[in-house]
């Protein structure tokens, strides 16, 4: 992760283009939120079609409005926190809150799993 964000701060100061800070945000964000999502989240796999539904329907529109609020903006400087407001989304805050959904899922439809998940 170091080596990736490291270097990074250095081609903001030389390639002030929208492209390299849309990037470098992401790459801030996500590597983020895949360390801190593996040690508060700890999200598994998907179990079943209606958690990949869950999921899936769940996860587009937040990620798809962030996306189309960064194409408006026209200030640089906005669109490095924006980028990693995005990146920290997508593998820290939906996680969670998918594993929050289902578990209340799960919860209230009263199965018990016999394996004890």
Do not use: C
């Not at 026209?74 to 990693?84: A, M």
């Not at 989304?89 to 016999?114: H, Y």
């Amino acid at each position: 992760m170091l080596a990736v964000l490291l270097p990074s701060p250095l081609g903001l100061l030389y390639f002030m283009q929208p492209d390299f800070i849309r990037i470098y945000g992401l790459l801030v964000g996500i590597s983020a939120g895949y360390v801190l999502e593996a040690e508060w989240v700890g999200l598994g796999r998907v179990r079943g079609l209606s958690s990949a539904t869950i999921r899936l329907l769940g996860g587009i529109p937040p990620l798809a409005g962030l996306y189309a609020l960064s194409l408006r903006l026209s200030s640089p400087h906005l669109l490095i926190p924006l980028h990693i407001a995005m990146g920290l989304g997508a593998t820290l805050l939906l996680p969670w809150l998918f594993k929050f959904l289902e578990s209340r899922l799960v919860r209230d439809s009263g199965f018990q799993n016999p394996r004890g998940e």
